[in-house]
């Protein structure tokens, strides 16, 4: 049984494979958050998902008891910055929203713990990838969450 038997109604021509739908462009233009600049945001934050990931695994398992404070951090980051790839490559409007709450709560947490390795050195014997604002990564830590920040309301506006 098609569709049409059921409602009742005359079945309509087939689209022409030349004629685009108008709306599409459009939506897939506003929605789609990893391309153009969006993918060098994907790239960014694929790299540091991999290199804070990679560190903190290496970190618990050779000497956890060394700082555990500043290892789990770092798998946090870690966990954070996968969220958000995976939201920017996925795309849509609630993963924009995802990634955008994700990318204030990054830059809370390298704003608070680069204040606190400042204030208190002594509280993280060793560094995370937020430590010092990410001096350990050119920065790159406190300016990827304001660069996605934007990108994503920028995004949203489109």
Known sequence: MSDTDRTGKPASPAPQPDVPEQ???????????????????????????????S?????????????????????VAAVVYGFITYSLVRGGEKARRAALVCC?????????????TLLEPSAFPDSTVWSGF??????IPVILPVTGMIWLRRVRNA
């Open 104 to 116: 204030a709560a990054e830059l809370a947490g390298v704003l608070i713990v680069g204040t606190w």
């Open 23 to 53: 709306n599409a462009p459009r939506q897939k233009q506003q929605f789609d958050l990893g391309t153009g600049p969006g993918r060098v945001l994907v790239w960014f934050y694929g790299v540091f998902t991999v290199a804070a990931a």
């Open 134 to 139: 990410g001096m350990g990564y050119l920065l």
């Open 55 to 75: 560190r903190s695994i290496v970190e618990m398992i050779l000497d956890f008891g060394k700082a555990p404070l500043a290892y789990v951090l770092s798998a």
